[in-house]
């Protein structure tokens, strides 16, 4: 699977932004999807997942009630809707394939190259 991340920018905070990822390659539905981001200094962390047919999602903590996670089979596409952006929520967001609803970045097979969000005050 190949996966091309858009949707980056600045924003200044409490202002909103959406990522979408689009997938080609390989049968998109048959994939869970996540959202990880990772900031300068620190660890890639999951933001959000979303299983296969988007019944399922689940959020890291810190984004809970801002971010919600959403696809599009018919268009291999996922998106990440970020509202009521934080200085924090700054960082690079990439999107990855691979086991519904994991946490752990070790259990995606695939990677999109990243798109970069910058929050400012």
């Known amino acids: 699977v190949q996966l091309q991340a858009s949707g980056g920018g600045l924003v200044q905070a409490g202002g909103f932004l959406r990522l979408s990822c689009v997938a080609s390659g390989r049968t998109f539905s048959n994939y869970g999807m996540g959202w990880f981001r990772q900031a300068p200094g620190k660890e890639r962390e999951l ?32 998106y990440l809707q970020m509202s009521s952006l934080k200085l924090e929520d700054t960082a690079v967001y990439y999107c990855a394939a691979g086991t519904a609803l994991a ?19």
């Open 47 to 78: 933001v959000a997942a979303i299983s296969w047919s988007g019944g399922s999602t689940n959020y890291a903590d810190s984004v809970k009630g801002r971010f919600t996670v959403s696809r599009d089979n018919a268009k291999n596409t996922v």
């Open 103 to 121: 946490s752990l970045a070790r259990l995606y097979d695939y990677w999109g190259q990243g798109t970069q969000v910058t929050v400012s005050s």
